[in-house]
């Protein structure tokens, strides 16, 4: 396995509420041009459809191709969404989508600890992938800790179990 140290969030830069499979961002990225890019496989390693499915994108212990510059060391997820109908950026996460790229990204840091995690238009002048994602990972991150706070508090007060019998 490849050092990974980021973790890069993206949006496909479909319209909201368009979905869109692996399948086809796949070929956009694969076809030979001008249809697509050429490139040897899908450019991100995971991809979040609307109903918060994550589908395998290019293997991780493959470079992505999905943040010029960065690629070597991180890993590169993508949500299906992120303009509005006039391709406007926007974020259009659904709450499932949410959901699984909070889960997929925890999942990710635990396998590769000390790695951050950053959003495509901290390395490029893009709106990729449509949001902060400092202050969104941030908010997350807060809400775990404060239930986590919380869940020792409630163990403290829990009562003695006593030593086990042998
Ligand atoms: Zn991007």
């Not at 992505?64 to 509005?84: E, F, K, P």
Request: hydrophobic letters at 30%; a negative charge; charged letters at 30%.
């Amino acid at each position: 396995m490849r050092a990974i140290d980021k973790i890069i969030w993206h949006c496909a830069a479909t319209p909201e509420g368009r979905d869109v499979s692996v399948d086809t961002i796949r070929s956009w990225h694969v076809d030979p041009a001008p249809r697509g890019r050429g490139w040897s496989d899908i450019g991100y390693h995971y991809v979040i459809t609307l109903d918060g499915v994550v589908h395998e994108g290019r293997p991780l212990d493959r470079p992505g191709a999905h943040t010029q510059g960065h690629n070597r060391n991180s890993i590169g997820l993508c949500y299906v969404g992120g303009v509005d109908a006039q391709m406007r950026p926007k974020d259009t996460r659904t709450p499932e989508q949410r959901r699984a790229l909070y889960k997929l990204t925890e999942g990710l840091m635990k396998r590769f600890p000390g790695a951050t995690v950053h959003g495509h238009n901290e390395f490029a002048a893009k709106a990729c992938p449509s949001f902060d994602v400092q202050s969104d990972w941030g908010a997350y991150r807060l809400t775990l800790e404060i239930a986590r706070e919380e869940f020792d508090e409630e163990d403290e007060d829990a009562p003695d179990a006593g030593p086990r019998p042998a």
